[in-house]
Nanobody, 124 residues
Framework: QVQLVESGGGLVQAGGSLRLSCTAS????????MGWFRQAPGKEREFVAA????????YYASFVKGRFTISRDNAKNTVYLQMSNLKPEDTGIYYC?????????????????WGQGTQVTVSS
């Protein structure tokens, strides 16, 4: 079992930057691909970014447009989402998720473990 806790959310002005962190417990973290998803009010959870177990392979939603970077530090059991040039439409609850290797990492149904989420609010 993997337990995930997000941090780093909060209020930020449009154009600003924010770094989210997801700290995991469990001995299998280093072999688990990780993803970030977000959910705005009234919408379904959507894919943001994912990263393979080694950190070499990364995947991004098209709306990121080079603004976000996902990374991981397996020694610290932590995955990061660096967000730059934030826009009001980036507002939502951001969740990190973990899955055993395999599957489509852009689909929320792929993931077995989820954090509780951290709120990101971008003001205009």
């Amino acid at each position: 079992q993997v337990q995930l806790v997000e941090s780093g959310g909060g209020l930020v002005q449009a154009g600003g930057s924010l770094r989210l962190s997801c700290t995991a417990s469990g001995r299998t973290f280093s072999s688990y691909p990780m993803g970030w998803f977000r959910q705005a009010p009234g919408k379904e959870r959507e894919f943001v970014a994912a990263i393979g177990w080694s950190g070499v392979n990364t995947y991004y939603a098209s709306f990121v447009k080079g603004r976000f970077t996902i990374s991981r530090d397996n020694a610290k059991n932590t995955v990061y989402l660096q967000m730059s040039n934030l826009k009001p439409e980036d507002t939502g609850i951001y969740y990190c998720a973990a899955t055993p290797p395999g599957g489509d990492y852009t689909r929320s149904r792929t993931y077995d473990y989820w954090g509780q989420g951290t709120q990101v609010t971008v003001s205009s």
